[in-house]
């Protein structure tokens, strides 16, 4: 089964100061736990951000801890902001809990590095490309009533308008295969447009495409995967199959995806000779 949820970076953020306020009296989690009438486990699911604790919760461990007003307002107020909701909550109807918590991440990571073996990143997508591949690629195998699927596209492109085109857009890296030039998804103009919007945003400062040809050799053989960096908290990796999304946030986990995208940009052409590449297979969805 698919692990749907993945803790925010608010919420890791939380866990990490309080394991880092425990840590500074040397009490390990055992005796802390003890101490506050709590079992090992739960002030373990709180530090590794797989609880959310309470108001009271943070106040009897800094308590604990000894720490003074001033910090408990700080830690206090990362715990109000690790409860807020963000704006792709209002589409929760018609999103999975794996996607709800993919936005999460993708919100506010800095940096996102994307592999898509088979398909435009969901970033990079036109919305009738987006259309196209949420009904008639996705919905004969995962069908959703059609408000829903339109409910996808329209927070698709929301995410697209949040992250890339802003003061402090994200950092967008990405390594696509040339048949996701040549695949088929809608029609040609559906395609034709495609690429010409890939061509073009491929040009901005925060948006690195790259394609690897059919005439390379096969780099690895993986599905598509993103990994996510962010300012203060751990970096994380997602992956996704037919039953939803899988989170990886172990440094060792996250490291081997880390290098697995070095060799596909390695093995892919650079930035300017994939953006001539996808302008000239525009020729191919010529009219």
Known sequence: MADFESPSPRRRRLGQELRRLRETTEMTGEEAAKLVGWSAAK????ENAKTLPTEDDVVKLL???????????DVLTLRKNATQKGWWEKY??????GYIAYIGLEAEATVMRNWEPQVVPGLLQTEEYA?????????????IPPVWSNARVEARIRRQHTRLFTQEPLMLLTVIDQAVLTRMVGDPA???KQLQHLAEISEREHVDVRVITRATQLPMATGPFVHFTFRDVPDAVYLED???GRFI???EGVFVYERAFEHLAKAALSELASRQL???TMAHWAA
């Open 131 to 143: 259309q196209a591949l949420l009904g008639n690629v996705i919905q004969p195998i995962n069908q």
């Open 43 to 46: 002030l373990s699911r709180i």
């Open 242 to 244: 037919l039953l939803g």
């Open 190 to 192: 559906v395609m034709r």
């Open 63 to 73: 308590d604990l801890f000894g720490i003074d007003a001033v910090v408990l307002g």
């Open 92 to 97: 929760s109807a018609a999103l999975d809990q």
């Open 249 to 251: 946030d172990g440094a």
């Open 278 to 280: 996808i302008k000239e």
